[in-house]
Nanobody
Framework: QVQLVQSGGGSVQPGGSLRLSCAAS????????VDWYRQAPGKGREWVTY???????DAADFVKGRFTVSRDNTKNTVYLQMNSLKTEDTAVYYC?????WGQGTQVTVSS
């Protein structure tokens, strides 16, 4: 059974950076594909970015050039590096793989 445990996040001022982690257990391969989603207060969940098992990546236009997804196969962990954060990036961020979801991590961007 796949389990995803998230860490990182927190509060930062606009223009700052944060890194989220998504550690997996029960995956069949260290190179597992992961999507990141986020949900802002009062809004629906939206897709943010993706890394494939072959390390191909894609991202929503609103984070391109600011967010980077990567992995450390030795740790079964995928990372979401978020730079140049904006107030509108405030949300709970989730990683997902094959229907399993992380517990969510709060990211707050405020001056």
């Amino acid at each position: 059974q796949v389990q995803l445990v998230q860490s990182g996040g927190g509060s930062v001022q606009p223009g700052g950076s944060l890194r989220l982690s998504c550690a997996a257990s029960g995956v069949s391969s260290r190179a597992f594909a992961v999507d990141w989603y986020r949900q802002a207060p009062g809004k629906g969940r939206e897709w943010v970015t993706y890394i494939s098992s072959a390390d191909h990546t894609d991202a929503a236009d609103f984070v391109k050039g600011r967010f980077t997804v990567s992995r450390d196969n030795t740790k079964n962990t995928v990372y979401l590096q978020m730079n140049s954060l904006k107030t509108e990036d405030t949300a709970v961020y989730y990683c997902t793989h094959l229907g399993a979801w992380g517990q969510g991590t709060q990211v707050t961007v405020s001056s």
